[in-house]
């Protein structure tokens, strides 16, 4: 149990057009879902909390308006990448949770490698 | 503000070995301390957890760590290394009541045949 997705699992596209990915949580209604960046070799960085029905909460650093998440139901979130530029070229991981019975497991996608040329 | 070190960005044993990968953290109240397991291009799987009760944890694929408050530690280790443990580790930490994640920088595990 307790399975995410994300979807593509790769994508590339050209700088200054925007990208979507998809996370959604296959088999549990996640109260929160995170989103996180990772660069090669390196750890994960939260860039952003969104609980479902609400405004995310982004990380000190991240901006607000290039990186649009929207949790529009329990088992959906989506990021956004706007106007995107080579340095975005990243590994997007997304996370969820489901925190009612306390257990504060997050439970992580597989994964979104981005590449902006 | 929560923090994670682990010592050694690269770890390297033998088949048939021991496995140790170091962990600690800062924090003034015992955390939730989690163990995960990444291969390349995925995302990562949970290995282990400590949230409260017995200190020694034991976790998946034959890992297992030990929550030493007196260190503020939560060590990985395993018996005996097999190649396909070969992979990035990531230590993790998050106060009580509070969801968000603190990883560490990683260890990656290599394994000598």
């Known amino acids: 149990g307790a399975v995410v997705s994300q979807h593509p699992s790769w994508v590339i596209c050209k700088s200054g057009t925007s990208v979507k990915i998809e996370c959604r949580s296959l088999d549990f209604q996640a109260t929160t879902m995170f989103w996180y960046r990772q660069f090669p070799k390196q750890s994960l960085m939260l860039m952003a909390t969104s609980n479902e029905g609400s405004k995310a909460t982004y990380e000190q650093g991240v901006e607000k308006d290039k990186f649009l998440i929207n949790h529009a139901s329990l088992t959906l979130s989506t990021l956004t990448v706007t106007s995107a530029h080579p340095e975005d070229s990243s590994f997007y991981i997304c996370?969820?949770?489901?925190?009612?019975?306390?257990?504060?497991?997050?439970?992580f996608g597989p994964g979104t490698r981005l590449t902006v040329t | 503000a929560q923090s994670v070190t682990q010592l050694g960005s690269h770890v390297s044993v033998s088949e048939g070995a021991l496995v140790l990968l170091r962990c600690n953290y800062s924090s003034s109240v015992p955390p939730y301390l989690f163990w995960y397991v990444q291969y390349p291009n995925q995302g990562l799987q949970l290995l282990l957890k400590?949230?409260?009760?017995?200190?020694l944890v034991k976790g998946i694929n034959g890992f297992e760590a030990e929550f030493k408050k007196s260190e503020t530690s939560f060590h990985l280790t395993k018996p005996s290394a097999h190649m396909s443990d070969a992979a990035e580790y990531f230590c993790a930490v998050s106060d009580f009541g509070n969801e968000k994640l603190t990883f560490g920088t990683g260890t990656r595990l290599t394994i000598i045949p």
């Open positions: 996370s969820a949770s489901y925190s009612a019975i306390g257990d504060y497991e997050q439970y």
């Open positions: 400590y949230t409260t009760g017995a200190t």
